[in-house]
C-alpha cells in the first residue's frame, strides 16, 4: 500500500513539473469553463469504479453541474456474516449508476492549477453479473434501488487551453432500498461502497 501511495505521488508530481511550463502560457480567465468531458477511475469505500461524463459550462463565475456516468465493481468476492443470525453470502456485486454532481470551483493558482469542491448525488441498480456468468444465480441481490452521496475537495492542472488531469478525495455513504429487505446479499452490498473515496482522471474541453 506504501509503494502504490508512494508511486501515485512520483505520478502527480511528474505531471506537475511536466505540465506547469505548458500552461504557463495559457490565458486563464476563461479556462476550464465551457462544456468538459471527464473520464476517471476511482476508489469509493470497498468498490472501484469507472466514470465518464460531462461537465456543463460555468454557471456565473464558478458554480459547476456535471453529469456522469459511473460501473463500480467490488475489488474481489465480498463476504459477509450476519453477527445476529450467522448467516453468511459471499458474491461479487456490480453497480450501474448515474451521477449529477455539483459545486464550486477557485480561481486559477500559478496559471494552471484549480481547487475545486463538489457533491455528487448517485443513483442506479445494483447486481451480480459475475456470479451469474460463473454460477447462473441470477441477480443474488435481488430488484433494488441504489442511491449515495459523497462530498469531496480536489485540484485540476490544465496541461493546456483545452485538456487538465485531476485528482478528488473525499467521502460519504452508498445504500440500497431493496425489493426484498431480508435478503443477505441485499443486505450485505447496502454498505459496500460507502467511506473514502478517490479518483483521478482527465478532462477535455472541446
Given at each position: 500500500m506504501?509503494?502504490?501511495k508512494?508511486?501515485?505521488?512520483t ?10 511550463p505548458a500552461?504557463?502560457d495559457?490565458?486563464?480567465e476563461?479556462?476550464g469553463?465551457?462544456l468538459g468531458?471527464?473520464?476517471a477511475p476511482g476508489?469509493m469505500?470497498?468498490?472501484s469504479?469507472m466514470?465518464?461524463?460531462?461537465t456543463?459550462?460555468?454557471l456565473?463565475?464558478?458554480f ?11 475489488l474481489?468476492w ?5 453477527q ?11 453497480t450501474a449508476a448515474?451521477?449529477?454532481?455539483f459545486?464550486?470551483s477557485?480561481?486559477i493558482?500559478h ?6 469542491g ?5 443513483l442506479g441498480?445494483?447486481f451480480?453479473p459475475?456470479d451469474?456468468?460463473?454460477y ?6 435481488g430488484p ?9 475537495f480536489g485540484l ?5 487551453d ?15 432500498k431493496p425489493?426484498?429487505?431480508?435478503n443477505i446479499y441485499?443486505?450485505a452490498?447496502?454498505w459496500l461502497g ?8 482527465i478532462?477535455?474541453?472541446?
Amino acid at each position: 500500500m506504501f509503494k502504490a501511495k508512494q508511486l501515485l505521488g512520483t505520478l502527480l508530481l511528474g505531471t506537475l513539473l511536466i505540465a506547469a511550463p505548458a500552461a504557463a502560457d495559457t490565458d486563464t480567465e476563461d479556462l476550464g469553463k465551457s462544456l468538459g468531458l471527464e473520464f476517471a477511475p476511482g476508489m469509493m469505500g470497498s468498490l472501484s469504479f469507472m466514470q465518464a461524463g460531462v461537465t456543463l459550462p460555468t454557471l456565473g463565475s464558478s458554480f459547476q453541474i456535471g453529469i456522469k456516468g459511473r460501473m463500480c465493481s467490488s475489488l474481489t468476492w465480498a463476504t459477509f456474516i450476519d453477527q445476529e443470525t450467522g448467516e453468511q453470502a459471499s458474491f461479487h456485486p456490480v453497480t450501474a449508476a448515474g451521477v449529477i454532481s455539483f459545486g464550486g470551483s477557485g480561481p486559477i493558482l500559478h496559471g494552471a492549477v484549480r481547487p475545486y469542491g463538489a457533491t455528487d448525488i448517485l443513483l442506479g441498480y445494483t447486481f451480480t453479473p459475475y456470479d451469474n456468468l460463473i454460477y447462473g444465480t441470477g441477480n443474488l441481490v435481488g430488484p433494488n434501488l441504489t442511491f449515495g452521496v459523497f462530498g469531496y475537495f480536489g485540484l485540476e492542472l490544465f496541461t493546456s487551453d483545452r485538456m487538465a488531469v485531476f485528482l478528488d478525495a473525499g467521502g460519504g455513504f452508498k445504500m440500497l432500498k431493496p425489493e426484498d429487505s431480508e435478503n443477505i446479499y441485499a443486505i450485505a452490498a447496502s454498505w459496500l461502497g460507502s467511506g473514502f473515496g478517490i479518483k483521478m482522471g482527465i478532462r477535455f474541453y472541446p
